[in-house]
């Protein structure tokens, strides 16, 4: 079974350390573009895949807002198997009241669909929920979370765990995410897999520029990831990641980013171990 994944390098303004976004907000509506190439080394199947992604949010202030996003892709592939093309919608809502102690307690719902060229994986239909927190300074964060991915032969249950903290004064943000996921039907000789994943942000001038490395290790299979609202939809054993993202604000209303991943697989069906390494430049526009 082979399919394919987009990866969304910028983080859902919804996510973003809250630290960040603690001022009203003058400008709620966010429109951001992006595209993304990446490409295969020692890979028996895959060459190379490009995608465009269009988001816009409405986020009036900390409590609550939706976005939608839309994805296109195109996958590469050897050895003459056929191209996979697809695209995916998706679509968030959060909502964050204020208790009477000061705390932000809430929830978050999103709905990933996808169409693809790949019988697999068309017409999945990805849900995920999870139970917020955040704390009266929003200097503490943490949720909950559980999706649901079903495909043709195979789905997996995830349960993430995700902390993040302010640190130095509000300098740095650093947030940590522990995903456990159970497949129904065994993939690649697994029935549950954990997966540890990390993220520093470095404000190095606030509100201006900042540095986000990341990381992942252990092991994940059909993962969701809640954040960049992104698919994990082909069978192969993710064993490792590692990136860097650069966040620039041109202005008060126009934003430059751009970020580079490496990433690690294991396909034991086909005795197949390969790396992926992808880079985005994206735009987000505030009015």
């Known amino acids: 079974m082979i399919t394919t994944w987009i990866r969304s390098s910028f983080v859902f303004l919804v996510m973003m350390p809250a630290v960040v976004i603690a001022e009203p907000r003058e400008e709620p509506i966010a429109v951001s573009a992006q595209g993304t190439y990446g490409s295969y080394a020692n890979s028996v199947q895959r060459a190379r895949i490009t995608s465009e992604i269009l988001r816009i949010s409405y986020v009036p202030d900390d409590d609550y807002g939706a976005g939608v996003k839309l994805n296109t892709y195109v996958l590469k592939r050897k050895a003459q198997l056929d191209d996979i093309t697809g695209t995916n919608l998706g679509v968030t809502m959060f909502w964050t009241p204020k208790t009477e102690e000061g705390d932000f307690i809430g929830g978050v719902i999103s709905v990933l669909s996808m169409k693809s060229s790949d019988s697999t994986s068309d017409k999945a239909l990805i849900p995920y929920a999870a139970i917020i927190y955040k704390s009266p300074d929003l200097r503490h964060y943490f949720d909950a979370g559980y999706a649901q991915t079903s495909y043709v032969g195979s789905s997996a249950n995830q349960v993430t765990l995700t902390s993040g903290s302010s640190l130095f004064q509000d300098w740095a943000w650093s947030q940590t995410r522990l995903y456990y996921i159970t497949v129904?039907?065994?993939?690649?000789?697994?029935?549950?897999?954990?997966?540890?994943?990390?993220?520093?942000?470095?404000?190095?001038?606030?509100?201006?520029?900042?540095?986000?490395?990341?990381?992942?290790?252990?092991?994940?299979?059909?993962?969701?990831?809640?954040?960049?609202?992104?698919?994990?939809?082909?069978?192969?054993?993710?064993?490792?990641?590692?990136?860097?993202?650069?966040?620039?604000?041109?202005?008060?209303?126009?934003?430059?980013?751009?970020?580079?991943?490496?990433?690690?697989?294991?396909?034991?069906?086909?005795?197949?171990?390969?790396?992926?390494?992808?880079?985005?430049?994206?735009?987000?526009?505030?009015?």
């Not at 954990?194 to 470095?202: D, G, M, S, V």
């Not at 934003?255 to 069906?269: F, L």
């Open 184 to 287: 129904t039907k065994q993939a690649q000789n697994s029935e549950r897999v954990y997966a540890l994943e990390e993220r520093f942000t470095w404000y190095a001038l606030p509100r201006e520029l900042s540095f986000s490395l990341y990381g992942m290790l252990g092991q994940r299979i059909y993962a969701y990831d809640p954040d960049l609202q992104t698919a994990y939809s082909m069978p192969d054993v993710q064993t490792g990641s590692a990136g860097l993202t650069v966040v620039y604000n041109l202005s008060s209303s126009i934003t430059v980013y751009g970020d580079v991943t490496r990433e690690w697989y294991n396909d034991k069906d086909i005795a197949d171990r390969y790396r992926a390494t992808y880079g985005t430049l994206g735009m987000t526009f505030q009015f």
